[in-house]
């Protein structure tokens, strides 16, 4: 069972528009998530991380939402570029569990320009 | 500060066989793990080492093992290798902390066929 969802295999955004990516999970006793990007050929590249006792991260163009209630995360880029065209992968875990990270299957952005 | 080096990058083998993969993490880092990325399972935790030690493990058969040198370097190993075993396997190293702010900086894998 997917503890991790990321229901939108893909995405499709102009140049200069807000990117929303979403996630979804289903264990309550998740700690902390984590956004990577990854592009063909390379392995993932962190991005922006939250503690589950916030609700709200900023980096940049970066910006991730937690809504423990709704067990729903999400990414928004804003405003979106052409080189973040890559697979995002959503990621949790638990502080007992080391740094083992349960990941979603990924979502695909494609930024037009 | 060089990255996360995993070799080889490609690796070719048929079944039965036995296979090791070597990562090497970034310098300072104590903790290495490994994950396994297939179209149909995303990425999975397969164990993570922590100053030559164990430290989790996560879902995978008794076939699947690693081991960490004293110099923070780690391999893995499949023994008796199966057609579902190919995939992209990953490492991961860190400073070994848990929480949000430990971040996990990843090598480009081994691509791993096994025909």
């Known amino acids: 069972d997917q503890q991790v969802k990321q229901n939108s295999p893909s995405l499709s955004v102009q140049e200069g528009r807000i990117s929303i990516l979403n996630c979804d999970y289903t264990n309550s006793m998740f700690d902390y998530f984590l956004w990577y990007k990854k592009y063909p050929a390379e392995g993932p590249t962190f991005l922006i991380s939250i503690s589950s006792i916030k609700d709200k991260n900023e980096d940049g163009r970066f910006t991730v939402f937690l809504n423990k209630s709704a067990k729903h995360l999400s990414l928004h880029i804003v405003p979106s570029q052409p080189g973040d065209s890559a697979v995002y992968f959503c990621a949790a875990g638990v502080n007992q569990a080391g740094t083992a990270l349960i990941f979603g299957k990924g979502t695909t952005l494609s930024v037009s320009s | 500060k060089a990255g996360v080096t995993q070799t080889p990058r490609y690796l070719i083998k048929t079944r039965g066989q036995q296979v090791t993969l070597s990562c090497s993490p970034i310098?300072?880092?104590?903790?290495v793990s490994w994950y396994q990325q297939t179209p149909g399972q995303g990425l999975q935790f397969l164990f993570e080492?922590?100053?030559?030690?164990?430290?989790n493990k996560g879902n995978f058969p008794g076939r699947f093992s690693g081991r960490q040198f004293s110099n923070s370097r780690s391999e893995m190993n499949v023994s008796t290798l199966e057609l579902g075993d190919s995939a992209l396997y990953l490492c991961?190293?860190?400073?070994?902390?848990?929480?949000?702010?430990?971040?996990?900086?990843f090598g480009a894998g081994t691509r791993l066929s096994v025909l």
């Open positions: 991961a190293s860190s400073l070994g902390a848990t929480g949000a702010k430990n971040i996990q900086y």
């Open positions: 310098s300072g880092h104590r903790s």
């Open positions: 080492y922590f100053s030559e030690t164990q430290r």
